[in-house]
């Protein structure tokens, strides 16, 4: 170059990642110096990689400068970035996408179905898997490809995303040619707080079981932070516990049930329950349980079939009528203004036989699926009909159970859950007026208040009698003053 100052001479300034190469001319450089070939040299001995296209830009900066000479700070390089890959992803099987659960949970009606025929209850969606079921296919991921910056240097892509890294393998197995099957049973889940695929056996619910969520049905367990609105339904096959208010809803698990909260059921709430159930209190219910009912408070009003204990030492039984297979404590049965109350102890009637003296007549099957699948099919169902249909998916549910042994009844000795000839019962607080017992088909009603603690059992020669704390037993009519014992018709 000629002898102008340095300052005044072109000069080639590559950027610190090698992403970009500018040109910077000063307006009182000589022309002569700013030749497209004089810039193409600069660039050069900067190290930057030319191109047909990084050329051309240097000609035509070279061309505005003699036209106009003004200053000039321009990019004429830029690095070729590299093309992102492809990560690696899972082809489901065909409905068991859980990413797609809450896409799919609004409510519609399936193909062929008029608008107005939609189950808004039934809104929601979960993916429930049996052991050894086929979830799925891991798709590889592909290479990106390289780029390359203004030196010539290669810039390397990200690798792709090993997606086995968002699967829990204690839950779904993976095998060497990336089949995914699940290794429990249980809801295939996507979980939120680590973005990772599992088969998840407790299936968490942090809202009330309302319209957003929709009726469920499980093959896991359950948890509900909130409680269960009216005429939802609820069925896990293991256990399930609420926190919240249940109300008139509908209720069945496998195994156990926790009601933090309780259950307001209002003459329409319905239990279905394999194993225990701890409760604060129940009110308007009616329920099978397989096992022992741990009772805090009361319960009101409930028709209750329990197949093994009745634990509720500082619970009350007011109205209703309760079947108790085992053993039973309580604070107080009945209540001063003498609300009707049947006890049932050392053999168990029909949780339908109303009063425990005449069994109702008995529906057949076929007679309960015909209304239910009339229910159905109502284009606009009201909510009594919504009831009645509640009622009859829960007898339907009921007929193959019916019978079935429970394993803790035979632990505490009794042959079947709901035909053992267990009789003990401890009221330690009050027994009320026209409180009804029947205990071997034969009846007594309270005809005045007894103060407890008064215990209700059958002695070894299969008598059956009654006694007070510290006290000897007498014949079960001569204590507690009611009416002779009778055999219910």
């Known amino acids: 170059m000629s002898g102008s100052n340095a300052s005044e001479q072109p000069r080639v300034v590559v950027a610190s990642d090698a992403s970009t190469a500018l040109v910077e001319i000063s307006p009182s450089c000589p022309s002569a110096?700013?030749?497209?070939?004089?810039?193409?040299?600069?660039?050069?001995?900067?190290?930057?990689?030319?191109?047909?296209?990084?050329k051309a830009r240097l000609r035509q900066l070279a061309e505005e400068f003699h036209k106009n000479p003004k200053r000039i700070r321009e990019v004429f390089a830029q690095a070729v970035p590299p093309k992102p890959p492809q990560d690696a992803t899972i082809k489901w099987q065909q409905g068991l996408d859980p990413t797609q659960a809450s896409e799919e949970s609004g409510a519609q009606a399936?193909?062929?179905?008029?608008?107005?025929?939609?189950?808004?209850?039934?809104?929601?969606?979960?993916?429930?898997?049996?052991?050894?079921?086929?979830?799925?296919?891991?798709?590889?991921?592909?290479?990106?490809?390289?780029?390359?910056?203004?030196?010539?240097?290669?810039?390397?892509?990200?690798?792709?995303?090993?997606?086995?890294?968002?699967?829990?393998?204690?839950?779904?197995?993976?095998?060497?040619?990336?089949?995914?099957?699940?290794?429990?049973?249980?809801?295939?889940?996507?979980?939120?707080?680590?973005?990772?695929?599992?088969?998840?056996?407790?299936?968490?619910?942090?809202?009330?079981?309302?319209?957003?969520?929709?009726?469920?049905?499980?093959?896991?367990?359950?948890?509900?932070?909130?409680?269960?609105k009216d005429l939802f339904k609820v069925k896990a096959a293991k256990n399930v516990e609420i926190l919240g208010l249940v109300e008139q809803a509908s209720i069945s698990c496998?195994?156990?049930?926790?009601?933090?909260?309780?259950?307001?059921?209002?003459?329409?709430?319905?239990?279905?329950?394999?194993?225990?159930?701890?409760?604060?209190?129940?009110?308007?219910?009616?329920?099978?349980?397989?096992?022992?009912?741990?009772?805090?408070?009361?319960?009101?009003?409930?028709?209750?079939?329990?197949?093994?204990?009745?634990?509720?030492?500082?619970?009350?039984?007011?109205?209703?009528?309760?079947?108790?297979?085992?053993?039973?404590?309580?604070?107080?049965?009945?209540?001063?203004?003498?609300?009707?109350?049947?006890?049932?102890?050392?053999?168990?009637?029909?949780?339908?036989?109303?009063?425990?003296?005449?069994?109702?007549?008995?529906?057949?099957?076929?007679e309960l699926e015909t209304e239910a699948n009339r229910l159905r099919d109502m284009p606009k169902p009201s909510s009594a009909d919504r009831e009645r249909l509640m009622e009859l998916e829960f007898e339907l549910g009921q007929l193959p159970k019916r019978g079935d042994a429970s394993s803790k009844s035979k632990a505490a000795g009794e042959a079947a859950p709901f035909g053992a000839p267990t009789v003990d019962f401890t009221v330690n607080g009050r027994l009320c007026p026209n409180v009804t017992f029947i205990i071997d088909g034969k009846t007594l009603v309270v005809r005045e208040q007894i103060k407890g603690p008064v215990t209700i059992k059958r002695e070894s020669s299969g008598e059956i009698v009654a006694m007070r704390a510290g006290g000897k037993s007498v014949p079960f009519n001569s204590m507690l003053g009611g009416t002779p014992g009778k055999r219910a018709a």
Request: hydrophobic content about 40%; overall charge negative.
């Open 254 to 366: 496998g195994g156990n049930l926790t009601l933090k909260s309780g259950m307001a059921g209002r003459q329409g709430g319905l239990l279905d329950i394999g194993e225990d159930v701890t409760a604060r209190y129940l009110n308007g219910v009616k329920a099978r349980i397989g096992a022992t009912l741990h009772l805090a408070r009361e319960m009101v009003s409930c028709d209750v079939i329990i197949g093994a204990e009745l634990d509720g030492e500082a619970a009350s039984i007011i109205g209703g009528k309760t079947v108790i297979a085992g053993a039973a404590r309580v604070r107080a049965v009945g209540s001063p203004s003498e609300t009707p109350t049947t006890i049932v102890l050392g053999t168990v009637v029909d949780a339908d036989a109303g009063d425990g003296k005449a069994p109702k007549a008995k529906v057949s099957q076929k």
């Open 110 to 228: 399936p193909a062929g179905q008029a608008p107005e025929k939609v189950d808004h209850y039934t809104c929601s969606h979960f993916v429930n898997v049996k052991a050894g079921r086929a979830l799925g296919l891991v798709v590889p991921g592909k290479r990106g490809t390289p780029g390359r910056d203004v030196l010539g240097m290669t810039i390397e892509p990200k690798q792709p995303t090993d997606i086995t890294d968002r699967i829990d393998t204690e839950t779904i197995n993976v095998d060497g040619a990336g089949r995914l099957s699940a290794i429990c049973t249980g809801a295939l889940t996507l979980r939120e707080r680590d973005n990772v695929f599992l088969v998840d056996d407790v299936v968490t619910i942090s809202t009330d079981v309302d319209f957003s969520v929709g009726n469920i049905e499980l093959e896991s367990s359950l948890r509900v932070t909130g409680g269960v």
């Open 33 to 54: 110096e700013v030749g497209p070939e004089i810039l193409q040299k600069l660039a050069v001995a900067a190290g930057v990689e030319l191109d047909e296209r990084s």
